[in-house]
């Protein structure tokens, strides 16, 4: 055997394959940067619109406790008193003769959509009856979504 000829390791050509593929971090903040632009341009809108929701979410209890007022008017002849609430129309009360409820479905009085109770006056300056929602901010007047919700304007 004669000499040993040293040849230098063969290396392997790596080809660049579709599975190797990655992304750079470049290209993962240009990415993250426009999602938070979309987010912030459009999240406003949609909190905007969720309030104004609730705001005619209240208005269409409101009109269904005046329909239920109505029948419980034609059944007894009287609206509920301050006292009785708005309970009277899913409960009977002492005073309420001819009563044939329930009034509403349920069982129960909903809240208003920020969870707090409505507030029922009869007799009323505006009516024969107020039922008021305080808004969002649960306090009277406000504007916007924290303004008060009524039976008396629409």
């Not at 230098?8 to 470049?26: F, I, K, N, Q």
């Not at 909190?47 to 109505?70: H, P, W």
């Given at each position: 055997?004669?000499?040993?000829?040293?040849?230098?390791?063969?290396?392997?050509?790596?080809?660049?394959?579709?599975?190797?593929?990655?992304?750079?971090?470049?290209?993962?903040?240009?990415?993250?940067?426009?999602?938070?632009?979309?987010?912030?341009?459009?999240?406003?809108?949609?909190?905007?619109?969720?309030?104004?929701?609730?705001?005619?979410?209240?208005?269409?209890?409101?009109?269904?406790?005046?329909?239920?007022?109505?029948?419980?008017?034609?059944?007894?002849?009287?609206?509920?008193?301050?006292?009785?609430?708005?309970?009277?129309?899913?409960?009977?009360?002492?005073?309420?003769?001819?009563?044939?409820?329930?009034?509403?479905?349920?069982?129960?009085?909903?809240?208003?959509p920020w969870g707090k109770p409505y507030t029922y006056r009869s007799p009323s300056d505006h009516g024969p009856y107020d039922?008021?929602?305080?808004?969002?901010?649960?306090?009277?007047?406000?504007?916007?979504?924290?303004?008060?919700?009524?039976?008396?304007?629409?």
């Amino acid at each position: 055997m004669g000499a040993a000829t040293l040849r230098p390791p063969r290396r392997r050509r790596r080809e660049h394959c579709e599975s190797e593929a990655g992304y750079t971090l470049v290209e993962l903040l240009v990415v993250i940067t426009i999602i938070g632009l979309i987010v912030a341009l459009v999240g406003p809108r949609v909190l905007n619109y969720l309030g104004e929701s609730k705001v005619k979410t209240a208005r269409i209890q409101i009109q269904g406790f005046s329909s239920a007022l109505d029948l419980f008017y034609l059944d007894t002849g009287r609206y509920p008193m301050s006292s009785e609430g708005l309970g009277a129309l899913v409960q009977r009360t002492a005073g309420a003769a001819n009563w044939n409820g329930p009034y509403l479905k349920g069982g129960t009085v909903p809240a208003d959509p920020w969870g707090k109770p409505y507030t029922y006056r009869s007799p009323s300056d505006h009516g024969p009856y107020d039922i008021i929602s305080l808004g969002s901010d649960g306090q009277e007047g406000g504007t916007g979504t924290a303004a008060d919700i009524t039976s008396w304007s629409r």
